[in-house]
């Protein structure tokens, strides 16, 4: 048996032990009790890949090497600082980055594939067609997710504004002259790569084109859909990863891709399954960041919110027997979990039960108030899903919310001219008591008013969360 052969085998049977820590690690993260922990075995297995695939080009020239390693520490550099300076609260927009960041890297893939091929025309394999394919499929939707990513990060951040920006009725038809336009250039590329080459310019007109793409797809989607978004772009960077991995033959991103590819397609199902919307009509955006009409009584009755203070706000919590705490982003902003925390142990050790409800789209990504919540080491247990804890909110005396707006407007239930009609939402209008805690009257990202807050059984309690959580704290103590 031949060195050659053996390093073989042993490159082989790295990858199966990393795609198998791939695997051990998602499976972990399906419950937030082992999340952290399949993060850390699904980290182990890409740093095997990486030195499989390393030990994989060993006969490469030092001047590979040495851009490797650059590679390597340039990738560091700009990774590690800003993953752990990051807040919680600005977590979706990281995710949105980095999620850029990989497909803008396969897009650069093929164009590098491309250009040592000499446009293709210079490839070894026969048949190579299967080359050729992966990376034009990789550029075009690398190039899609790398742009649209770009577009997220700044609704997400607020560079750009939350609500729709697009051109109205020539939206999607121009978006389908882009995508034509991108498979055009990718099929002159290809048919040409039999005949000598193709000039540069299809290839970065091909990039272009795609990049426009992603701009003009997310650009027009409003801040609700988010993350959804966000979900679906991760599902295209990892079907780019797979293909790019498939034209050079590395079975490293073949699979790392088409895990995260499926994954992220369902993922992006379930959420758009909690939105009660289609991942078309997502796509064809127009909704989220419009400006709603103000709430009121029939006829266009405008009716005003009841304020509250913190002390009333204790009372009616202390002598409850049990009160549901609804979390939303305001809750992120204000950091305001572990004042959350501290105040449900006072009520806990009065007698008061205290759940927390968690709808699937609250927060600015999946998972982002458990994540919150499991930070100030609240109960796993406490934490319930829409499903399990919207038939107790007509048996709770008392629901506090606390910064979440679209996801608690009972209007998707009621109003068919709302925009989110039909929307799952928790039943917070069900419950004796609302107390909501907002810095303002302000709508949520999605820009439509919600007429919860204008409920007889609804008070308001105004300004920053966490200090509004740590005055109802005091207050209880006083008690």
Request: aromatic share 6%.
């Amino acid at each position: 048996m031949h060195a050659t052969d053996n390093m073989t085998y042993l490159v082989n049977g790295l990858y199966i032990v990393a795609f198998s820590l791939f695997i051990y690690g998602l499976m972990g993260l399906t419950g937030p009790k082992t999340a952290v922990r399949g993060n850390q075995i699904a980290a182990v297995g890409m740093a095997i890949a990486v030195v499989a695939t390393l030990i994989s080009v060993r006969h490469a020239e030092l001047i590979n090497w040495i851009l490797i390693a650059a590679g390597l520490v340039v990738g560091v550099a700009l990774g590690v600082p800003p993953a752990v300076r990051t807040k919680m609260t600005e977590m979706p927009q990281l995710v949105a980055a980095f999620n850029g960041v990989g497909g803008g890297t396969v897009a650069l893939i093929a164009w590098a594939e491309f250009i040592d091929s000499s446009g293709f025309s210079a490839l070894e394999e026969e048949p190579n067609i299967h080359i050729i394919i992966g990376s034009l499929f990789a550029a075009v939707i690398g190039s899609v997710s790398f742009w649209g990513s770009i577009i997220a990060f700044a609704k997400l951040q607020e560079i750009l504004s939350g609500k729709p920006i697009g051109i109205g009725r020539l939206q999607q038809p121009l978006n389908l002259l882009l995508l034509v336009g991108a498979v055009a250039c990718a099929v002159v590329i290809g048919l040409g790569a039999d005949n000598g080459g193709v000039s540069q310019l299809w290839m970065i007109a091909l990039l272009v084109l795609a990049g426009v793409l992603g701009l003009m797809v997310v650009l027009p989607i409003g801040g609700a859909d988010m993350p959804v978004v966000i979900s679906l772009l991760n599902a295209l960077t990892g079907l780019s990863a797979a293909a790019a991995g498939l034209a050079l033959n590395n079975t490293a991103m073949i699979v790392a891709g088409m895990i995260v590819g499926a994954s992220g397609t369902i993922l992006t199902n379930l959420m758009a399954k909690a939105m009660n919307r289609s991942i078309p009509a997502i796509v064809a955006g127009g909704f989220g960041g419009g400006g709603g009409a103000a709430a009121g009584g029939a006829g266009g009755e405008q009716k005003q919110a009841k304020a509250t203070s913190a002390a009333d706000a204790a009372i009616q919590m202390a002598y409850a027997n049990q009160v549901i705490v609804v979390p939303g982003y305001g809750m992120a902003v204000a950091q305001a979990q572990h004042a959350v925390k501290e105040m449900a142990a006072l009520l806990e050790a009065r007698g008061v039960e205290v759940k927390y409800a968690i709808h699937p789209v609250a927060g600015r990504m999946p998972g982002h108030m458990n994540v919150l919540l499991a930070e100030a080491e609240v109960s796993y247990d406490a934490m319930k899903e829409m499903d399990d804890i919207n038939g107790e909110f007509n048996r709770t005396d008392v629901a506090l919310v606390i910064g979440a707006n679209d996801v608690t407007n009972p209007a998707a239930r009621e109003d068919s001219a709302s925009p989110i009609y039909g929307m799952p939402v928790l039943n917070v209008d069900q419950a004796k008591n609302v107390i909501v805690l907002k810095r303002s009257m302000n709508s949520g990202f999605a820009g439509i008013d919600n007429p919860l807050f204008y409920a007889d059984h609804t008070s308001m309690l105004f300004g920053d969360a966490k200090k509004s959580v740590g005055a109802v704290t005091e207050e209880l103590k006083a008690l």
